[in-house]
């Protein structure tokens, strides 16, 4: 989710929040307010029912009010009430349900009488008009916060526009491309500051990655050569005549070793290369048709370990990936089947549904499973093995974003290889 609306979700929730709790706030703010002014317009009341009382003559104990409000009672002398407002319902007699009433009750003494006096003041408007103020003002909160997030959701594209363009710039970035100016002068400070940082940084990378290439493909070339110079005197020495056997098995043994230095060497140099994303040019590749192929590659292979193979191809498997390693990842893992496998064994090949499975028969592994796709890790009965071939294959599916998957089922002996996209 992008930053703009996310952040018009977490302001809207806010909004929201802020705007329920206002209106009650204002509600709860009127009405007191309206409480109060009520209860001065009562004792307003009460002071001039006061005065008129105190002017009756002797013989007059009551006030003339139609609608007997205030309420005035004569009562003992003894009774001294102190002025208390009081809330109560009254049925109000035009719409004939209950309506709110503030009630305010005192004793007013004249120098004849002593009086109980009620004074009454309905509020029912009031309080319609409180709550549709309350309503009103929560609504027109609403709309307007509503517009400020349209308007700042505007402004925050319109302002964010740079930040993308560097991201977009970044994510087709390739460091094997070399490229003078990648990130562009911005107009807003602390973007042009992001863009002269990256450019700074791609271009330092950039120089790193050029002299490691050059640094691995002049090691690679520097130590091709003299392993070739080595294994030409070599094979020359093993032609010689009158060779003794002894001689004959010392120089069999520096020749495979010279061997195992060139494979390891070049296996080094590939996983470097794929490290480095010097293979980053992905093309559509018919995997099915690379895994038939391969297989009448090492069909000889498989046929002098007695080795049979069944086979379960569906047509036109595409993978996006460098054919080159395509072809490493399917063949390493042919290999390793082979190799692996028993003698008179069976390799079961299936490629499914963007799945490919290469299971075959073999010995429990001398070392945990984990250790399967690391370096150098190798079993003991093979000490000809480099020990690069599985962890070539686990580099190239982290490559492409390949599902790689081992597996070892005890009850048949079966060593079984996934890889899916």
């Given amino acids: 989710m992008r930053l703009p609306i996310k952040t018009a979700i977490y302001l809207s929730l806010a909004s929201l929040f802020i705007a329920f709790a206002g209106v009650f706030t204002l ?3 009127i009405h007191k307010s309206m409480i109060h002014e009520i209860d001065e317009i009562l004792v307003s009341h009460l002071e001039l029912v006061e005065s008129k009382l105190k002017e009756l003559p002797k013989n007059q104990i009551s006030l003339l009010d139609i609608d007997d409000n205030p309420h005035v009672e004569m009562v003992s002398p003894n009774i001294n ?19 709110p009433i503030r009630v305010l009750k005192t004793t007013i003494a004249t120098p004849y009488h002593n009086f109980l006096v009620t004074v009454k003041q309905p509020y029912a408007e009031f309080e319609e008009i409180a709550t549709k103020l309350s309503v009103g003002v929560g609504v027109c909160f609403l709309v307007l916060i509503f517009l400020m997030l349209l308007l700042n959701f505007l402004v925050y594209r319109q302002l964010w ?20 100016t990648i990130f562009e002068k911005e107009s807003t400070e602390e973007f042009n500051l992001l863009s002269q940082t990256l450019q700074q940084m791609t271009e ?54 010279l061997q195992k230095i060139s494979q390891l060497n070049k296996s080094l140099l590939l996983l470097t290369k794929i490290e480095n994303n010097q293979f980053s040019e992905a093309v559509q590749v018919d995997m099915s048709k690379l895994l038939e192929n391969l297989l009448n590659t090492y069909q000889t292979f498989a046929e002098h370990r007695e080795i049979t193979i069944f086979t379960n191809i569906q047509a ?43 299971s075959n028969k073999g010995e429990v592994l001398p070392f945990a499973s984990e250790q399967l796709f690391q370096r150098f890790v190798k079993h003991p009965n093979h000490p000809e093995s480099t020990g690069l071939g599985l962890a070539i294959v686990r580099q190239i599916a982290e490559c492409y974003a390949l599902k790689l998957h081992y597996e070892f089922n005890a009850a048949t002996s079966e060593h079984t290889f996934e890889v899916s996209w």
């Avoid at 526009?161 to 003078?180: G, M, V």
């Avoid at 091709?224 to 020359?236: E, H």
């Avoid at 993978?319 to 290999?335: F, H, M, Q, R, W």
């Fill in 161 to 180: 526009k740079p930040f993308y363009r560097i991201i977009d710039k970044l994510r087709a970035y390739q460091i094997s491309k070399q490229s003078e």
């Fill in 204 to 257: 330092r990378i950039g120089q790193q990655f050029r002299l490691q290439k050059q640094f691995t493909e002049n090691a690679s070339h520097e130590i091709q050569t003299p392993i070739a110079v080595i294994s030409l005197s070599l094979d020359s020495l093993l032609q010689s005549e009158n060779l003794p056997e002894k001689d004959l098995m010392e120089l069999q043994k520096s020749t495979e070793a």
């Fill in 81 to 99: 009430i102190e002025p208390i407002f009081t809330d109560t319902t009254e049925i109000d007699l035009v719409l004939h349900e209950p309506t």
């Fill in 316 to 358: 036109y498997q595409v993978l996006s990936i460098n054919p080159y390693l395509a072809e490493i990842l399917v063949g390493n893992l042919l290999k390793n089947a082979i190799r692996y496998n028993q003698k008179q064994g069976t390799i079961h090949c299936t490629l499914q549904n963007n799945k490919l499975t290469i």
């Fill in 27 to 29: 509600n709860w703010f």
